[in-house]
Nanobody, 126 residues
């Protein structure tokens, strides 16, 4: 299974941006999807996740209330809708899929994601 992210780019503080992640195989429909990011010089961190049902979601504290994650009706594409962006959101963003259809709360951040995209750069300028 290949996951392909798109939608990254250069935006300004306060702007909005939507990232997409499309799977090459329908088998990921029954999985949990997640978004992660890695800023320069920092470790990769969890951003958001959505369960197989397309309704159960979980967010990192840093993005909750600003961003949302959702999924296409066919289950093959996941979106990260980013609003009120700040320079601290500058990072390479990765989508990933975890084996289980859903997890409980913080487990979304630590689940064993085993499929990863190549990443897309998001730069927020002031």
């Amino acid at each position: 299974v290949q996951l392909v992210e798109s939608g990254g780019g250069l935006v300004q503080v306060g702007d909005s941006l939507t990232l997409s992640c499309t799977a090459s195989d329908r088998t990921v429909r029954g999985r949990t999807w997640g978004w992660f990011r890695q800023a320069p010089g920092k470790e990769r961190e969890f951003v958001a996740a959505i369960a197989w049902n397309g309704r159960t979601v979980f967010y990192a504290d840093s993005v909750e209330w600003r961003w949302s994650i959702d999924r296409s009706d066919d289950g093959n594409t996941v979106y990260l809708n980013m609003k009120k962006m700040s320079t601290e959101d500058t990072a390479v963003y990765y989508c990933a899929a975890a084996p289980q259809p859903m997890y409980i709360g913080p487990q979304y951040a630590t689940a064993p994601y085993d499929y990863w995209g190549q990443g897309t750069q998001v730069t927020v300028s002031s």
